[in-house]
C-alpha cells in the first residue's frame, strides 16, 4: 500500500514523464490539453464550407434574412458560427452577437443582454450608445420591448445592423407547448421588429443540433406553424425569411486527413510547416509530414476516419485518446526497464493500434450496453431508413419515443450517423469494432 506521500511522488514522477514524451514527439506541451483552436483564423475550412460561410456572410451582412446550421454533434456547427462571427466583426456598423443556447423566452432576453459587445454587455452598450436601459427584471414583453427600443434606436441613428448567432438552439418540438409559444414569439418580434424607414435591422443564425436521421426541416415548419398562430404572418412567409440551411454531415476523407494533419500542426507549433489549403495533397512519406504526425502514422489518420463516420468531433476525439492510450502504454514498457529514447524509437500508432484501441472501446461500450441496445446497433450496421427502423422497433415492441435516449447515447459516443437524410446508420467504430469482440 503506498502511503500519501509516495502517491505523490509517483504521480508527479508520471506527470514529468508524460511531458517528457510528449515534447519529444514534438507537442507544446502546455497546448497538448487545449484540443481546440485559439482564433478561427486557423481552421481549415473545406470549399465547400467556405462557400457556404460566405453565402451566410452576405445573407446576414444585408440583412436579406436568417440561416440555418443544423447537423449532430461533432458536426461542426459552433466552428461554423466562430467563422462567421469573426467575418461580421470585421465589417463596419455590424454587430455580431453569439449566444449559448435557447431554453426560453426569459433566458434568450437574459443571455442576450450579458453578451458582449466589443467588452461591454449588450445592456451597457445601449446605456452608454443610446441612452436606454433595460430593466433587469420583469414581463417578457415589456423587457423585449425595451431591449428592440435600445437596438432599433442605434440602428437609426448610427445604422448599425445586428446579427444574433444562437449556438446549440434546442429543437422547438423538445420544448414544453407553453415555453415553445414563447421562444417563437420573441424570436419573431425580433427579427419582424424594423426601425422607422422600414429597414429590419436584426437577423439570425441559428445553429440546430439535430437527432440522428432529422434535420432542421421540421423546426421550421413549426416555427411557422406557432408564429402563423401567433399573427407573426402566413406560413409561407416566415419560412422565406430563413433563406438557407446548411446541414452539415459527414466530412470528406480529403478534408479530414488535411484536419487531422492541420490539428496536429497546430499542437506541435508547426503551422507553418504545412499549406493550410484542405484540398492540396498530402505526401505521408515525407520526412516533414511523418515528423508532424508521430507518434501516428497515416494509415492511422484513415482509420480514425472511417471509425468516426467522417464526424469532426468524434474522429478528433479518437486522435487525442488513442495518443493518451500511447502515453499509458509507453508508460508500461518504461516501467519494465526500457528508456524513453527506447520506447520512442520504436512506438507507432499505426492502423492496427487503431484498430486494437478500438476494440477496447467497443468491449468496454458493449458491457454497459444492454442486449436491445446491441441489438438495435446490429440493426443499424448497414443504412436503415426512419420507417425501416420503425417497422423493426414494432417487431421488438418498441416505440420511437422509447430508444430515442439510446440514439441520443449512441451519437455521442460516435456509434451512429446519417450517411445521407433519413437514413441512420452504425459507423465503423461499433460495425469494425465489435467484430473483434
Known amino acids: 500500500m503506498f502511503s500519501l506521500s509516495e502517491l505523490d511522488r509517483l504521480v508527479e514522477q508520471t506527470h514529468k514523464f508524460d511531458q517528457q514524451m510528449l515534447a519529444k514527439w514534438g507537442f507544446k506541451t502546455e497546448r497538448i490539453e487545449l484540443f481546440g483552436i485559439d482564433s478561427p483564423d486557423l481552421y481549415v475550412v473545406p470549399e465547400e464550407e467556405a462557400l457556404a460561410i460566405k453565402r451566410a456572410v452576405n445573407y446576414l451582412r444585408n440583412q436579406t434574412a436568417s440561416v440555418v446550421v443544423s447537423g449532430p454533434l461533432g458536426a461542426g456547427k459552433t466552428t461554423f458560427l466562430e467563422m462567421i462571427q469573426e467575418s461580421l466583426n470585421r465589417l463596419p456598423n455590424i454587430r455580431a452577437i453569439r449566444l449559448e443556447g435557447v431554453s426560453s423566452a426569459d433566458a434568450l432576453i437574459d443571455d442576450l443582454l450579458h453578451a458582449n459587445i466589443r467588452e461591454q454587455t449588450v445592456r451597457d452598450f445601449l446605456i452608454d450608445k443610446v441612452g436606454i436601459r433595460v430593466v433587469r427584471s420583469g414581463s417578457i414583453a415589456k423587457r423585449l420591448s425595451r431591449l428592440l427600443l435600445g437596438l432599433r434606436t442605434d440602428a437609426e441613428e448610427n445604422g448599425t445592423s445586428y446579427v444574433l448567432l444562437i449556438d446549440e438552439f434546442r429543437q422547438l418540438e423538445r420544448q414544453r407547448p407553453d415555453n415553445r409559444v414563447r421562444i417563437v414569439d ?7 421588429d424594423k426601425t422607422r424607414d422600414g429597414r429590419r435591422y436584426l437577423v439570425l443564425a441559428l445553429a440546430i443540433i439535430t437527432r440522428v436521421g432529422e434535420s432542421a426541416v421540421k423546426t421550421l415548419e413549426l416555427l411557422s406553424s406557432v408564429g402563423e398562430t401567433l399573427g407573426h404572418g402566413s406560413k409561407s412567409a416566415i419560412r422565406r425569411r430563413f433563406v438557407e440551411i446548411y446541414d452539415m454531415r459527414r466530412m470528406k476523407k480529403s478534408t479530414a486527413l488535411k484536419v487531422l494533419l492541420w490539428r496536429l500542426a497546430y499542437l506541435k507549433g508547426s ?45 478528433l476525439e479518437l486522435l487525442l485518446r488513442c495518443l493518451q492510450d500511447a502515453i499509458r502504454g509507453a508508460e508500461i514498457l518504461i516501467n519494465d526497464g526500457y528508456s524513453l529514447d527506447q520506447v520512442l524509437s520504436v512506438y507507432q500508432i499505426n492502423s492496427e493500434y487503431v484498430q486494437q484501441f478500438v476494440q477496447k472501446e467497443v468491449t468496454r461500450a458493449r458491457a454497459e450496453f444492454t442486449n436491445f441496445q446491441t441489438e438495435l446497433l446490429g440493426f443499424l450496421s448497414v443504412p436503415r431508413s426512419l420507417d425501416d427502423i420503425e417497422s423493426w422497433l414494432q417487431s421488438q415492441e418498441r416505440s420511437w419515443e422509447s430508444v430515442l435516449e439510446d440514439f441520443d447515447l449512441f451519437e455521442k459516443q460516435g456509434l451512429i450517423y446519417s450517411p445521407e437524410a433519413g437514413k441512420i446508420q452504425a459507423t465503423e467504430l461499433w460495425t469494425k469494432g465489435s467484430t473483434f469482440v
Not at 186 to 192: K, S, Y
Open 186 to 192: 420573441t424570436l419573431l418580434r425580433m427579427v419582424n
Open 271 to 315: 503551422l507553418d510547416d504545412i499549406g493550410k489549403e484542405p484540398d492540396e495533397g498530402i505526401n505521408f512519406n515525407s520526412p516533414t509530414i511523418q515528423k508532424l504526425l508521430a507518434p501516428f502514422t497515416g494509415e492511422a489518420l484513415e482509420a480514425i476516419f472511417n471509425y468516426s463516420g467522417g464526424n469532426p468531433g468524434i474522429m
